[in-house]
């Protein structure tokens, strides 16, 4: 570090001595002094279209949730560089561009990081959805939602996934692509889930049951859960009374 500083304005150095610095103090999670040496050499001409020093200074912002200042450097990285962005990079400049309101961008971006299995796909499955619910494109998050939560590279990620999920097919009454009971009822059998979040699931599940109109449908469905909680028993005495009583007034007297 001493050595580059050393010759950090000698003019035979200026063109690589910069990137080495910022690396550094990078590396050290040093990132206001990345900031502030990137910046006097920003100042100088020559240098505000080098894209690597635009990705350390973006980066560096973006470690310390500096969002808004991060954005241009990404920006400038992404329109100089020559080379493959990676997954993990194209990642940040998405979050950067959801957490400063960019969400038709960040959803541009998010999509060319969802092609793995992987936790950062997951997560960009996850907040691609967000982007589709902030321009209110409802069957786009929804199918974004479900594909977070098929990933299932995070626990909690996916359990986000499904209870946002369900929350929404909820308050629009329905989803036309998807089968929210059947993916409710995977997520109470797995093992890694918390009491809480099946809980939650319990809970949005049981509105999914009572708002349906094929009431067999959701009786089967209970029938087939191992040790269903009070409420869904509840629910399920509710749903073969009014199953029941339909019955009796359109004259069906025997199963």
Not at 136 to 144: G, K, M, S, T, V
Not at 204 to 223: G, P
Request: charged share 20%; proline share 3%; hydrophobic share 35%.
């Amino acid at each position: 570090l001493k050595g580059f500083l050393a010759v950090k304005d000698n003019p035979k150095y200026k063109k690589d001595v910069p990137v080495y610095l910022l690396h550094i103090y990078y590396q050290k999670k040093e990132y206001q002094k990345a900031i502030d040496l990137g910046k006097s050499f920003f100042a100088k001409p020559g240098y505000g279209s080098d894209p690597e020093l635009n990705r350390i200074m973006a980066n560096a912002y973006y470690e310390l949730g500096d969002f808004k200042d991060a954005l241009p450097y990404f920006e400038s990285y992404e329109r100089n560089t020559r080379n493959q962005i990676s997954k993990d990079e194209q990642y940040r400049i998405g979050f950067t561009q959801f957490k400063t309101g960019h969400y038709h961008e960040a959803a541009s971006s998010f999509q060319q990081v969802t092609g793995a299995q992987s936790v950062l796909a997951q997560n960009a499955w996850l907040h691609l959805a967000y982007c589709y619910l902030r321009t209110n494109q409802i069957r786009f998050a929804q199918n974004a939602f479900v594909s977070a939560y098929k990933l299932k590279s995070d626990s909690e990620l996916t359990a986000n996934a499904i209870i946002t999920y369900l929350k929404l097919t909820l308050k629009e009454k329905g989803d036309t692509y998807n089968n929210p009971v059947g993916l409710a009822e995977d997520f109470l059998k797995s093992k890694s889930a918390s009491y809480t979040q099946k809980n939650q699931v319990s809970k949005l599940l049981i509105q999914l049951y009572l708002n349906t109109n094929n009431k067999q449908a959701a009786i089967n469905s209970i029938e087939k859960i191992n040790n269903p909680d009070a409420s869904l028993r509840t629910a399920y005495q509710l749903l073969t009374y009014q199953q029941a009583v339909e019955w009796y007034q359109t004259g069906r007297f025997s199963w």
